[in-house]
Each structure stands twice: as structure tokens, then as C-alpha cells.
T-cell receptor, first 111, second 114 residues
Framework: GQQVQQSPASLVLQEGENAELQCNFS?????MQWFYQRPGGSLVSLFY???GTKHSGRLTSTTVIKERRSSLHISSSQTTDSGTYLC?????????????FGKGTKFSLIP | EAAVTQSPRSKVAVTGGKVTLSCHQT?????MYWYRQDTGHGLRLIHY???????EKGDIPDGYKASRPSQENFSLILELASLSQTAVYFC?????????????FGPGTRLTVL
């Protein structure tokens, strides 16, 4: 089965609302890395979060290893937040620290 | 600021032709990776390398070769390009050692095989 599951697959909100994106994983984890993928395709690393909570401006990432989940919270969303958000699990013990990606959440804002 | 660059940024290739995608990093990182992304999906690992002159298979290596001639450069080679290899390809780098170190990604190469 899929090791990393992201939800929801798509999310449409009004500008100013808060968004919560989830990533659940079924395997052991070294860390979770969250990315924003621009409409043109390039990746922007948002967080590298092995555990606990991290903040960056309006973004908050929380990784709870015991519950096998990581979340990305966007507060007071803006139209510039539109795009695809990807989570990626860094697996331990693979000799490569490879990332296993979720399929992404497509996030759209209504002005 | 860490930097990973890729060339070309886009390419159109013919079925059966040879394609080489290049990646260059100035991070002084030991690990380098090649991932592919298909429309509507996350990225999947093709090949990786942790030292020059050595490469390792990732999760989907079939149909691809990799080359690491130096610490800074990592190439992905499609000897006989096929339609199914149409995708966006991303290169990434990471420092060796330590449990916690993020990967830095290049801008991607959009490959279309006709």
C-alpha cells in the first residue's frame, strides 16, 4: 500500500480562511519535508520537520511520530498560496535518506 | 544559499533516441538524487549517488542510467527514450552524515517524448 497519504486531494477556500493539510504515513520516519509546488512546477521547500511544531510566517508544520501524521497549517490564506503542496517522508535505514512523496494537495483560493 | 541547477529546462525527444539530463550543485553535498514526477502525482526516486563515480538504484530505475563524474555533477541518461518516460525530472542534493538534513531541489526538466 501507499506509504504516504495526503489529504485532501484538493481544497478550495475563500481568501482569508485557514487551511489544514494532512499527511499520514504507514512506515517509520526520519523526518517529514513539506514542499510548495508553483504552478510552473518548481519546488519550494517549506519545512524540514522530524518532530514537533515549526513556524514560518503564516505557515505551521506539526509532526507527531506516535500518531504517524504530519500537518501543514496555513493561516489567513491568500491567493498567492494557490498551488500544490507535497509532503515527503524521509525514510531511515535505506542508505540513501530517500524521500517518499505523497500525491499532493491542490489548493485553490477564491478571492 | 544552496543551489541546484538543471539543464536543459525542457526537451522534446523522439522515441528510441538518447537523452541526457544534467544536474549541477554548488552545495558541496555528497548525496545527489534524480526523481521523476508524472502529472498529478508526487515524485519517485530513480537513481541516487553518495560519492563520485558511484551510483545506486532507486525505486524505479528501469530504463534509466545515471552517471556521477564529480561531486558537483550528476546526469540521468535515457539510452532509448520511450513515450512512458514523458515526465518532469527533478534533481536534488543533500549533505552526507547526520540524521537530519533536508534535500534541496533543482527547478526541474520537462521531458516530452514523441
Amino acid at each position: 500500500g501507499q506509504q504516504v497519504q495526503q489529504s485532501p486531494a484538493s481544497l478550495v477556500l475563500q481568501e482569508g480562511e485557514n487551511a489544514e493539510l494532512q499527511c499520514n504515513f504507514s512506515t517509520s520516519l526520519n523526518s517529514m519535508q513539506w514542499f510548495y509546488q508553483r504552478p510552473g512546477g518548481s519546488l519550494v521547500s517549506l519545512f524540514y520537520n522530524p518532530s514537533g511544531t515549526k513556524h514560518s510566517g503564516r505557515l505551521t508544520s506539526t509532526t507527531v511520530i506516535k500518531e504517524r501524521r504530519s500537518s501543514l497549517h496555513i493561516s489567513s490564506s491568500q491567493t498567492t498560496d494557490s498551488g500544490t503542496y507535497l509532503c515527503a517522508l524521509e525514510r531511515p535505514g535505506t542508505g540513501s535518506n530517500r524521500l517518499t512523496f505523497g500525491k499532493g494537495t491542490k489548493f485553490s483560493l477564491i478571492p | 544559499e544552496a543551489a541546484v541547477t538543471q539543464s536543459p529546462r525542457s526537451k522534446v525527444a523522439v522515441t528510441g533516441g538518447k537523452v541526457t539530463l544534467s544536474c549541477h550543485q554548488t552545495n558541496n553535498h555528497d548525496y545527489m538524487y534524480w526523481y521523476r514526477q508524472d502529472t498529478g502525482h508526487g515524485l519517485r526516486l530513480i537513481h541516487y549517488s553518495y560519492v563520485a563515480d558511484s551510483t545506486e538504484k532507486g525505486d524505479i530505475p528501469d530504463g534509466y542510467k545515471a552517471s556521477r563524474p564529480s561531486q558537483e555533477n550528476f546526469s540521468l541518461i535515457l539510452e532509448l527514450a520511450s513515450l512512458s518516460q514523458t515526465a518532469v525530472y527533478f534533481c536534488a542534493s543533500r549533505r552526507l552524515g547526520g540524521n537530519y538534513a533536508e534535500q534541496f531541489f533543482g527547478p526541474g526538466t520537462r521531458l516530452t517524448v514523441l
